[in-house]
């Protein structure tokens, strides 16, 4: 069955500085997308960035940047130039083709910028 | 685009009655999703539909949980009786065509049932 895992429950960085969430998928199959969401306290779920099985290059999103390295199945989030309204919650998702197409995320990152 | 529309916003009822939540997609999108999140499952999937059609509805928790989309600019999530391990926040969201395009979400119901 088709898995996300987020090891890390919340984070902390400094503002301006750079950021990387984990994200670790499992799945047997070729062909799927792999995709970041915010949530901030809000509670809305902002799309960021996608990043599809077959792409060779990485993903990149203004300040987010996705490292997709298909052989450990990791499909970790960067962000750059860390800034306060950053702090939210983070989910890593998979839609796999065979599945229909349905997202499986992860439990989450918390994140949180101190000035 | 008004985007996904949700409502209510918010639902505060009591143990045993209906309740029903209410999505609008996104105008020519084909794809609808229903899901809920809480602290201890995090976002899952209850049901989804293509052309109105209900495609998998396997995330469904049990049978007192129904969806329909009675036509491509609604949907609704109906609980009945609802319960308090119900109290969650449901988001409904929608895509357009290729099932690897973005999904965009609504704003979500935060449901409390006591």
């Known amino acids: 069955a088709q898995k996300i895992t987020q090891t890390q429950p919340g984070m902390f960085v400094q503002e301006k500085e750079a950021v990387t969430l984990d994200c670790t998928y499992d799945?047997?199959?070729?062909?799927?997308?792999l995709f970041w969401y915010k949530q901030p306290s809000s509670g809305e779920m902002i799309f960021l960035i996608y990043q599809g099985s077959y792409d060779e290059q990485n993903a990149t999103e203004g300040r987010y940047s996705l490292n997709f390295q298909k052989a450990r199945k990791s499909a970790n989030l960067v962000i750059s130039a860390s800034q306060l309204g950053d702090s939210a919650m983070y989910f890593c998702?998979?839609?796999?083709?065979?599945?229909?197409?349905?997202?499986?995320f992860g439990q989450g990152t918390e994140l949180s910028v101190k000035p | 685009d008004a985007g996904v529309i949700q409502s209510p916003r918010h639902e505060v009822t009591e143990m045993g009655q209906e309740v029903t939540l209410r999505c609008k997609p996104i105008s020519g999108h084909d794809y609808l999703f229903w899901y809920r999140q809480t602290m201890m499952r995090g976002l899952e999937l209850l049901i989804y539909f293509n052309n109105n059609v209900p495609i998998d509805d396997s995330g469904m928790p049990e049978d007192r949980f129904s969806a329909k989309m009675p036509n491509a600019s609604f949907s609704t999530l109906k609980i009945q009786p609802s319960e308090p391990r119900d109290s969650a926040v449901y988001f409904c969201?929608?895509?357009?065509?290729?099932?690897?395009?973005?999904?965009?979400f609504g704003p979500g119901t935060r449901l409390t049932v006591l």
């Open positions: 969201a929608s895509v357009q065509g290729n099932i690897y395009n973005e999904q965009f």
């Open positions: 998702a998979m839609r796999d083709y065979n599945q229909g197409g349905k997202l499986i």
């Open positions: 799945t047997s199959d070729q062909s799927y997308g």
